[in-house]
């Protein structure tokens, strides 16, 4: 796995989340010509592979979080998807991490305190019942 595009990095058991900017902006590529356009970060998705030793990408998506965040938000908001996969993973074995990980590529640095995860409250977002009634 190249790292050398990531800007963070958090592990928790067997999920890995990490932010990483790729140059992406809202039309495709970032285009620095265009005051509408921001750098935006991804997040990646891996699990740990004890076949291999190592973690394994399983998802990657584009987000509207802007790269220009404060650490401090980057963190707070990569804990939070962190928060979300590592439940998703160990508790909801029938959950699709690619589903989870369509649902949560609307983060940004705006909305992302409104995921709070709230265990009584929010597991619905990763349950399989959720995932039916789109």
């Given at each position: 796995?190249?790292?050398?595009?990531?800007?963070?990095?958090?592990?928790?058991?067997?999920?890995?989340?990490?932010?990483?900017?790729?140059?992406?902006?809202?039309?495709?590529?970032?285009?620095?010509?265009?005051?509408?356009?921001?750098?935006?970060?991804?997040?990646?998705v891996a699990i740990k592979d004890d076949s291999i030793g190592d973690f394994v990408t399983t998802e990657s998506r584009c987000t509207c979080f802007a790269a220009r965040t404060s650490a401090k938000d980057k963190e707070a908001a990569l804990e939070i998807l962190l928060n979300y996969f590592y439940l998703a993973y160990t508790n909801e074995p029938q959950c699709c991490i690619e589903t989870l990980a369509n649902k949560l590529c609307y983060i940004s640095a705006d909305t992302y305190r409104d995921l709070m995860l709230d265990t009584n409250q929010d597991m619905n977002i990763i349950s399989p019942e959720y995932q039916n009634v789109q």
């Open positions: 796995m190249d790292h050398q595009n990531y800007e963070l990095v958090r592990e928790r058991g067997s999920v890995r989340v990490a932010w990483i900017c790729l140059g992406e902006g809202y039309n495709g590529d970032y285009d620095p010509k265009n005051p509408e356009d921001e750098l935006l970060l991804r997040f990646d």
